[in-house]
């Protein structure tokens, strides 16, 4: 019988993380002689070698990236015990861990939150990156689920499991100095500033293409990936931006924008993505199963259907 030293475990979860030993021992404030020996002692307790020297790296093995999966979901489920034991509720109470595009609009991350709240006593934990980082994290299981406006593109594609939450137009908002845009849409837009995303992203490449073929020249007078930031400058009059209608319903009904336009053929499809685990996550497992984004384009659509012409243009 195999007796697990977690101490050895946790060192090793580090080396793994860091990617060297000697990265390892400034983390741990331990020197690498004694990390490598209990490295050692960890692989003689398992019967395999668990990293691979290369190119001067520490590299895993198919033990080792084993090992590392069921490392991370003992640590998180540590962590998750303190808790629980320092909140004195003595309640599990499930942690659900969020990466998230910054290009995702806000409105899609507070429906996930109220529909994990929904499921049961949980905490939401957001983190936000670029998505090769966001999709490595989740196949390290650092965190449970990624929202993306495209699918992972790293790793084995059958230790991922995606689902589309459909696929959303995309309209131009604007001030009310831009209220006479609405006519002659989309030929209107020749000449007129724009707070578009950054060049890498998907939603940037989607509207210089649907500007190049529809032959319009526009203005780019700020870049960022961020929706909130350009929903922010767009309601300061800066320049026009285009977003999913759900990410611009609540400021349309505030009267801080208005729509002037659909870009006929442009879409944003929004992707929740999860890795499957030995211990599932049950908040997880219930949103890639459960969790609808149609109800942001029926909202939408119900606002739409209630104002009159006069009041959603104002």
Known sequence: MIFLNYQHLRYFQVVAQEGSIARASEKLNLGPPAISIQIKQLE????????????????LTQAGQVT???????????????????????????HLQLGVLDSIPKTVIRYLTDSAR?????????LEGTGDFLYRELLSHRIDLVVADYQPDVGDMRRFVIRSLGRHPLSVFGTRKFKGLAKNF????????????????????????FFQINQLNVEVVM????????????????GLVSIP???????????KLLKL?????????????????????????????????????????????????TESHW
């Open 44 to 59: 003689d307790q398992l019967g395999h070698a668990l990293f691979e020297r290369r190119n001067r790296g520490l590299v």
């Open 68 to 94: 590392l999966e069921y490392a991370n979901q003992i640590f998180s489920l540590g962590d998750e015990l303190k808790e629980v034991l320092q909140a004195g509720s003595f309640a599990r109470k499930v």
């Open 186 to 209: 989309p030929e209107s837009l020749q000449g007129q500033p724009f707070l578009l995303p950054t060049l890498h992203s998907k939603r940037r490449h989607d509207l210089d293409h």
């Open 245 to 255: 209608d759900f990410a611009g319903q609540a400021l349309v009904q505030e009267k």
């Open 223 to 238: 870049e960022t990936q961020d929706t909130s930031v350009q929903k922010l400058m767009a309601t300061r009059g800066l």
């Open 261 to 309: 336009g659909t870009l006929e053929g442009v879409f944003e499809e929004i992707f929740l993505v999860s890795s499957p685990r030995t211990i599932a996550n049950p908040v997880s497992d219930f949103l890639i199963k459960e969790f609808d984004l149609g109800i942001l384009d029926e909202n939408t659509n119900k606002t739409s259907r209630k104002a009159s012409p």
């Open 118 to 126: 929904a499921w049961g006593p949980c905490t939401v934990t957001v």
